[in-house]
């Protein structure tokens, strides 16, 4: 799994700086995680093909999350694109989607699937042999998801040069690395074991937007390997962050802790704060392994 930062900041623009947007390459699918405004100046900047995007992930309807994605959907018409786009988005989003693509007569050149998110519990909502996406139902001043991504089905390690030597025919490769017995040009079975070892571990990814300190998220996300996790305001501003229903950087450190997360990334970071190592060192003191997001960050998990 890669993960690349495309925007960083809060709902306020600063100058250099764009509001909170990701793109998750998974099994060769690419996911566009929230949509702010003028989205393919981002893209263009950071030379990603905006084909390339199969899904996009809507986590709630504050403008700074969604305010693009009516001018992407528009822009893929123009480029004339035919592969299918799935969007998920709270029925809000949708119904605001619809209307406007309605009122301008909207010319759509492509399949535009729009899937309406409206639980309050987690719910898997997309699901093939290599992945998943569930939701991860957030606390915010509008209903919000998180999501949670996980890879599963990697395939096992062969040792090519074993399965000469046993004869193995190689149409059968791709079932032992699946972890299944094949029969050699002898007739005999050969248990997948013998010629394979573990493969890559199937990793996982949790991306929480806006939220306020949300402890019920913990078994959600637990152990994941990455964990990405607003903090807009610092501890000195905590009331702030409550009134705003965001989170400070120490709530999100106290996430990844309880969690066991292996890995914490935080942003949309507040634009009244010019040195943004103050959130690094607030997280510090309870979290270790962190790091700070920013516009053009990409990340192996
Ligand atoms: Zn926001
Ligand atoms: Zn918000």
């Known amino acids: 799994m890669k993960l690349k930062i495309l925007g960083s ?3 306020l623009p600063r100058r250099g700086m764009y509001s909170s947007s990701q793109i998750l390459n998974i099994k060769n699918k690419h996911i566009l995680i929230d ?11 950071f030379r990603i ?3 390339k995007i199969d899904f996009i992930l809507i986590s709630h ?12 959907i528009s822009t893929y018409s123009l480029l004339r694109r035919k592969n299918k786009l799935s969007v998920f988005c709270p029925r809000v989003v949708s119904e605001i989607l619809n209307t406007q693509m309605k009122i301008s007569s909207m010319f759509i050149s492509y399949e535009l699937e729009i899937i309406e998110l409206n639980s309050n519990d987690s719910e898997k909502i997309y699901e ?4 998943s996406i569930s939701t991860i139902p957030l606390k915010h001043s509008t209903y919000c998801n998180g999501f949670l991504f996980q890879e599963k089905n990697n395939k096992r390690k062969l040792n090519i040069d074993l399965a000469l030597k046993l004869n193995i025919n190689k149409v059968y490769y791709n079932k032992l690395t699946k972890g299944e017995n094949v029969f050699n040009e002898n007739g005999d079975e050969i248990n997948y074991r013998e010629v394979t070892s573990k493969g890559l571990k199937n990793k996982s990814y949790a991306y929480c937007s806006d939220t306020t300190y949300y402890p019920s998220i913990i078994e959600k996300i637990s152990h994941v390997d990455l964990l990405y996790h607003e903090s807009t305001f610092l501890e ?3 009331e702030k962050a409550k009134l705003t229903m965001h989170s400070t950087a120490m709530d999100a450190a106290k996430i990844a802790r309880d969690a066991q997360v292996n890995k914490l990334i935080i942003g949309h970071f ?3 704060y010019e040195n943004l190592d103050l959130f690094v060192n607030e997280v510090k003191q309870i979290f270790q392994n962190v790091e700070l997001a920013f516009d053009g960050k990409d990340i192996d998990i």
């Open 35 to 45: 949509c702010p405004e003028g989205i393919q100046f981002q893209l263009k900047s």
């Open 270 to 272: 507040s634009s009244r």
């Open 9 to 11: 900041q809060g709902a």
């Open 236 to 238: 000195k501003d905590r």
């Open 49 to 51: 093909k905006f084909s």
């Open 61 to 72: 309807a504050h403008g700074d999350h969604y305010f693009g994605l009516i001018g992407l």
């Open 128 to 131: 093939s042999n290599d992945f």
